[in-house]
């Protein structure tokens, strides 16, 4: 597509509920990425994939957060069990580089989530 | 892994007058340093970057300079217009194959005129 995909644009769930965002990069990105951003804050790293591969999780908060990836494509990311301070925007982003030196990412609009 | 500060958190700047962020990283073989400029609601874009093998670019009114002994890095907006105002942020990315970019808390640059 034109630019990075992301749905829903909005999700309000209640605690304890299970949500699923989701990230269509550009084709042919092999770089994919998950940023948390609370209001006003920056962008926390959460998950970092080289295709369908995760050498970078370290940014994920807990067991509750979960990711992957098909292939070079479509990417989920998870949140079991939602707790009030899950609420953000997610945002996810995509670069053509991948192995190497990091390229340029390009985000998506975010999903922004919020827990009651 | 990497941890990237950021300073100041806020910046208030007039029309037309210079404004500079600074930040530093942990990771001594970090190579690449972007910055990424977000306006309120929007998504954040790529305004300049520079690699471990430059001390200096510049682009326009934008320029950033890297001291990789020290293992800082600055911003550098001359010559600032109300446009200008939005969030900066810094990142920096490990040198291993693998490893993510990851960006310093931000700076809200305000301009006025």
Known sequence: GAGVSQSPSNKVTEKGKDVELRCDPISGHTALYWYRQRLGQGLEFLIYFQGNSAPDKSGLPSDRFSAERTGESVSTLTIQRTQQEDSAVYLCASSRLAGGPVGELFFGEGSRLTVL | ?113
């Open chain 2, 1 to 113: 892994g990497e941890n990237v500060e950021q300073h100041p958190s806020t910046l208030s700047v007039q029309e037309g007058d210079s404004a500079v962020i600074k930040c530093t990283y942990s990771d001594s073989a970090s190579n690449y340093f972007p910055w990424y400029k977000q306006e309120l609601g929007k998504r954040p874009q790529l305004i300049i970057d520079i690699r471990s093998n430059v001390g200096e670019k510049k682009d326009q009114r934008i320029a950033v300079t890297l001291n990789k002994t020290a293992k800082h890095f600055s911003l550098h907006i001359t010559e600032t217009q109300p446009e200008d105002s939005a969030v900066y942020f810094c990142a920096a990315s490990g040198g291993q194959a693998g490893t993510a970019l990851i960006f310093g808390k931000g700076t809200t640059l305000s301009v006025s005129s």
